[in-house]
């Protein structure tokens, strides 16, 4: 078994999937009120979007807050000042 099945195990679910918050906001391209704020992980890195669920519009994309939790397995130093040793 290698390292990454340790640290990362197979679903037990046949879909994996987050949760979708609602959000109190009017989509500007196509005027839903389906505009829900989750998790994404892009080549930014870990990001908090809000979209809108109809016409995929972003809203927002923003970096993820400690209340967040995303993602789950990020550092508990990330917010660290770096030290002249590195």
Do not use: I
């Not at 679903?11 to 959000?23: F, W």
């Not at 839903?32 to 972003?58: E, I, W």
């Amino acid at each position: 078994m290698s390292v990454d099945r340790l640290l990362f195990p197979r679903p037990e679910t046949p879909r994996v999937s987050v949760e979708r918050t609602p959000v109190d906001a009017t989509c500007p391209s196509c005027g839903s009120t389906d505009v829900k704020r989750y998790p994404v992980a892009n080549y930014l890195g870990p990001r908090m979007v809000v979209k809108c669920q109809d016409c995929f519009t972003h809203l927002s994309v923003t970096r993820p807050e400690p209340e967040d939790h995303w993602p789950a397995w990020r550092s508990p130093t990330r917010d660290w000042a770096p030290s002249r040793l590195g």
